[in-house]
């Protein structure tokens, strides 16, 4: 696991060491254990090092001097075994440890052919010097991210925004459709990114970089693919096991330990009955709940499960002012404005995974491939009405988070120009699914390609990245979500609840009496935090802020204030406002600016 970064100069120009440097050092975090560089013509590579795999002998940029390639790559290529050996059967001679290594040799024999027999994450920059171009890859569900712009003489491009900050020519300028995404749905998704020029390499797809700087786009990967199956529960369930074995297989390579994650739900527990199945032994397993609030948690429950398998379990009992001190840090680690209140016990678990671990697995994935989420499977009058007043997505993700009240109030000029734009990336994803395929197989497609890379994801990498911790996902790998994509409905949801087969598979592997358990979620007690003089302090400072004040209406902030604080509503749009106000700061006002891991957040409004 790693941060790459980079540029490719229009020709006549060559890359700078020392913005290559400073680009690096914008992601230390992301790979602490190394650093390296490489200019070779018109391109330059960078790329800081978490070593888990090849420890010895994976520095980074790798170059193939024969074959005239160099790489910085950032993630993990599972199967860089198995690849290994077919490689070395067509005469290639690998000189490292490194999975790395492998991508070099996949594409100096296969060429872009070579994406699609990598199994992982991971995101990764290949100069291909005989050719002159530079090839910007991304995993198939976006796992690992990746961001480029392109300037007047050059592209770059690094695994986060904030490495990109140096190159721009002056001051960041922040994308008002974005904004308004971020605002209305968690998060800003699809190419666009809240900084203005700045844009993701979307997921399963390659960019293909010529020296005259234009830009060619590879889709190599898309769930659109998949094709709905008749398949009865026996053949898979079998099928199921199989997928699971193999992943955890290869998901479990690692020369340094791993540990946990352990929520309490249902997908955590599956990978501790894997990981215990698959010999891991007596991990490190983390867990977090909160002290003095109304909130329920489930700490009882991962610590059962936890025992049940003999971990070394660690619960993490949290107050208020300890989960909200993570504000500043999480926003700044994100890079990209987004409201999962999740981001802040994250933050809190991997920087205590990280004291003493590099590697711990995580559960996401499994709602979206086994259709978890109480949205996928609405009544049918939920679908019909909201489907009547918001047409083009089946009735799903038709809600802003704003409620149109405050919308009307508090949003700028600019911010109020653009309704139409909100559901955009939700529509375009609806409309892009086969017509075979059921409603709730457009729902979990949808989520697959937005709030899944934008949203869920984002908190998984950047949260643990944050403290030099990789995160891995099991759920994720493909072959496992083309499975759950592609099982027919009632495979999914029986009696109104879902990941009917993954619970069916799984009972026998769980303590009893575990999967009884109605699904809580990740929640994070927001509403016992942002409420009477917190609140209105919060206010006072919001109205003087430089970023509210040219995005926002400050004059309708007294009235927020007073409807939070009187119960009426109002902390999405609050969070918001504080999130966005932070964020301006580092991003806008004084990039390099770095919190640390525990802060006051109204001192950074």
């Known amino acids: 696991m790693c941060g790459i970064a980079g540029v490719l100069m229009r020709a006549g120009r060559y890359p700078d060491p020392e913005q290559l440097r ?51 790559a950032n ?16 005469g290639r001679v690998l000189r490292t440890d490194s999975d790395s290594e492998t991508i070099l040799h996949a594409y100096a024999v296969h060429g872009l052919g070579c994406l699609t027999r990598l199994r992982g994450m991971y995101a990764f920059a290949l100069h291909d010097a005989r050719s002159g171009q530079l090839i910007l890859a991304r995993d198939r569900l976006g796992i690992k991210p990746l961001f480029y712009v392109k300037l007047p003489d050059r592209i770059a491009f690094a695994s986060e925004i904030k490495a ?19 605002l209305q749905n968690q998060f800003a998704g699809g190419e666009e990114t809240v900084l203005h020029g700045i844009r993701r390499v979307l997921p399963g797809e390659a960019l293909v970089l010529q020296p005259d700087l234009s830009i060619e786009r590879h ?20 099928e199921l096991d199989r997928l699971m074995h193999t992943a955890m297989q290869e998901h479990m390579r690692s020369e340094v330990p791993f540990g946990l994650f352990l929520s309490g739900g249902v997908d955590s527990a599956v990978l501790a009955a894997q990981l215990h199945a698959h010999g891991a032994g007596r991990i490190r397993s983390f867990s977090v709940g909160y002290r003095g609030t109304t909130m329920a948690d489930e700490l009882d429950e991962a610590a059962r499960v936890a025992a049940h398998f003999g971990f070394d379990h660690q619960p993490l009992e949290l107050t208020l002012d300890q ?87 508090l949003f700028g000029l600019r911010l109020g120009a653009a309704p139409g734009l909100d559901r955009a990336p939700f529509l375009a994803a609806w409309a892009a699914t086969p017509a075979a395929w059921s409603a709730m197989q457009r729902r979990q497609y949808t989520d697959l390609v937005t709030a899944l890379p934008d949203n869920l994801l984002v908190k998984t990498d950047r949260m643990l990245m944050a403290f030099g911790v990789e995160g891995r996902v099991p759920f994720l790998d493909h072959r ?46 927001v509403g016992d935090w942002l409420t009477g ?72 409004v």
């Not at 981001?343 to 995580?362: H, M, N, R, W, Y």
């Open 22 to 72: 400073v680009m690096a050092a914008a992601l230390a975090h992301r790979g602490p254990d190394d650093r390296g560089a490489y200019c070779g013509g018109t391109v330059g590579l960078a790329q800081t090092r978490l070593a888990i795999i090849g420890l010895a002998t994976g520095h980074q940029p790798m170059v193939a001097v024969a074959d005239k390639l160099a790489l910085a």
């Open 75 to 90: 993630g993990e290529v599972y199967n860089y075994l198995e690849l290994n050996e077919e490689l070395r059967a067509a």
């Open 164 to 182: 990109l900050l140096p190159c721009l020519p002056g001051r960041p300028e922040v994308e008002p459709g974005a904004l308004r995404r971020f």
């Open 219 to 238: 889709r190599y990967w898309s769930a659109l693919a998949v094709a709905p199956r008749t398949i009865g529960v026996a053949q898979a369930r079998e």
């Open 323 to 409: 989960v909200f001190a993570r504000i500043p840090h999480s926003v700044w680690a994100a890079d990209e404005l987004m409201r999962d209140y999740a981001s802040l016990p994250t933050s809190i678990l991997a920087q205590a995974a990280g004291d003493e671990l590099k590697v711990v697995f995580s559960g996401e994935g499994g709602d979206e491939a086994f259709a978890g989420y109480r949205r996928y499977h609405p009544r049918p009058l939920e679908r019909w009405f909201k489907t009547l007043r918001h047409p083009g997505s089946g009735g799903f993700r038709t809600r802003g988070q704003w409620s149109r009240h405050w919308s009307q109030r």
């Open 480 to 525: 496992v979500v083309e499975f759950g994509l592609s099982l027919p409905d009632p495979l999914k949801v029986r009696r109104h609840r879902g990941k009917w087969l993954l619970r069916h598979w799984a009972e026998p592997l769980l303590p009893p009496g575990h999967l009884e358990r109605p699904k809580r979620g990740f929640h994070v007690p």
């Open 533 to 604: 003089d917190l609140a209105r302090r919060l206010g006072e400072r919001l109205a003087t802020n430089r970023g509210i004040r040219e995005w926002f209406n400050p004059a309708a902030l007294p009235a927020l204030v007073a409807a939070r604080q009187a119960g009426r509503g109002g902390e999405r749009e609050l969070f918001g406002l504080m999130q966005f106000a932070i964020w301006h700061r580092i991003f806008i006002e004084e990039p390099g600016l770095i919190p640390a891991p525990d802060e006051d957040p109204l001192e950074w």
